[in-house]
């Protein structure tokens, strides 16, 4: 469990990995990614006195010893708090607890910048370049541009720097040199200005439409004011472009299955 | 499966997020890495870094207090001389409130320039006036 919104299981295979539908050959729930089951304020309340009801580590080593058999209980303990642990998903009590606004999940946003231009973005790159897994067969997909597409989407991004309005920002860099080096800014422009009209003709028209979704959300969210609508409108297109990745995993498994015969 | 990592399910938390605590440009890390990036140039000692850039920020803060005591503030920071431009010199427009300013530089002529300026102007001698460049004229003709 590490997500701090709901109460949705990790699954492990050498990292901790987050579906909303598992694999099939893994035991896990699914979940409906429109309707998680979210944590709210109370449960936190509750799952902390839960963690607190457990001795700390002290008192656990002193009534171990008072109790005489010191060994037995003192793994007891550590591996009912373990136990609990990985249930609840919380180590312990936070001190911003003690302050009285404090909302447990709801006052701990997500900031975009690191979700959104730094990782996201990144990732998404890096499936199209054909890097993202370390097992270069599964990197083996339709939506892979190769390196000659890349230098020329490199090359017309350097060729449109001397005419981006300042207003726009930094001038873009060449995306395929310097993806490494790139700041939250360019990521942000990459996303919300460059990405479509560059992917465009490059990328099935279906991925387009799928990282089209996103880039209208990123577009939203980078508003200075919100209404309700364009809330729904984030919550909506977001959900899409969740769903759209997931598909893009399904074929990932297929193919993990098929390189397996 | 192993590309279902975890940011990939916070997107899915955005829109609640921006629920509870409005859009995204109050909530961003974008000020905080500014500050960051402002305090990293103070930490020098690599013994005690954090004594180090605690200093700092107390001896900036009390450079940032003497604003309140004027008369040490204009010692250690004399007040720059604000210099005068003739109005001929100066472009504004009523709907703004910045002005333009001349780029300018005293500079002596010497005969010859005057005389190609002089040359030059004589075909529109009214705009010769208006640059007050009668002066050097005048000084020609002496």
């Given at each position: 469990m590490a997500c701090r919104y709901c109460d949705l299981r990790g699954i492990y295979n050498n990292h901790v990995y987050y579906p909303t539908t598992p694999p099939s050959n893994v035991i896990n729930e699914t979940y409906n990614p429109s309707n998680l089951p979210k944590r709210t304020h109370r449960d936190y309340k509750t799952r902390i006195e839960q963690i607190e009801k457990i001795p700390p580590l002290r008192t656990r080593n002193a009534l171990a010893s008072d109790l005489g058999n010191n060994l037995i209980n003192i793994v007891f303990f550590a591996a009912k708090l373990t136990i609990i642990i990985l249930k609840i998903g919380i180590t312990g009590r936070s001190?911003?607890?003690?302050?009285?606004t404090t909302q447990f999940p709801a006052c701990?946003?997500?900031?975009i910048m690191h979700?959104?231009?730094?990782n996201i973005a990144l990732y998404m790159l890096k499936h199209w370049m054909g890097s993202?897994?370390?097992?270069s067969t599964l990197n083996d997909q339709p939506y892979v541009l190769n390196n000659r597409q890349w230098n020329e989407i490199g090359a017309e991004m350097e060729a449109a720097k001397k005419s981006i309005p300042t207003d726009l920002g930094r001038p873009p860099r060449n995306i395929f040199l310097h993806y490494n080096g790139y700041k939250a800014e360019e990521w942000s422009s990459w996303i919300t200005l460059y990405s479509l009209p560059l992917l465009k003709d490059r990328l099935p028209a279906k991925y387009i439409k799928g990282w089209s979704y996103f880039v209208k959300a990123v577009q939203l969210c980078q508003k200075r004011t919100l209404s309700l609508h364009n809330q729904c409108e984030i919550r909506n297109l977001l959900l899409r472009f969740y769903k759209h990745y997931e598909w893009y995993v399904i074929t990932f498994i297929l193919f993990e299955i098929f390189s397996v015969f | 499966m192993s590309a279902m990592k975890l940011c990939f399910h916070y997107i899915l938390h955005v829109a609640d997020s921006i629920h509870n605590t409005g859009p995204c440009w109050s909530t961003w890390q974008f000020p905080m890495e500014r500050t960051c990036g402002m305090l990293q140039?103070?930490?020098?000692?690599?013994?005690?870094p954090y004594k180090n850039l605690t200093n700092h920020v107390y001896l900036l803060e009390l450079y940032n207090s003497l604003y309140y005591y004027r008369k040490i503030h204009e010692q250690i920071f004399p007040p720059i001389p604000h210099k005068e431009y003739k109005e001929h010199l100066v472009y504004t427009n009523q709907n703004y409130e910045e002005e333009f300013q001349w780029p300018s530089k005293p500079y002596i002529l010497n005969i010859s320039e005057i005389k190609k300026i002089k040359n030059h102007l004589s075909v529109i001698n009214d705009v010769a006036l208006r640059m007050k460049l009668s002066v050097c004229i005048i000084f020609i003709l002496s």
């Open positions: 001190v911003l607890l003690d302050i009285k701990f946003p997500i900031d979700l959104f231009y730094e993202f897994f370390k097992d | 140039p103070f930490t020098k000692s690599r013994l005690h």
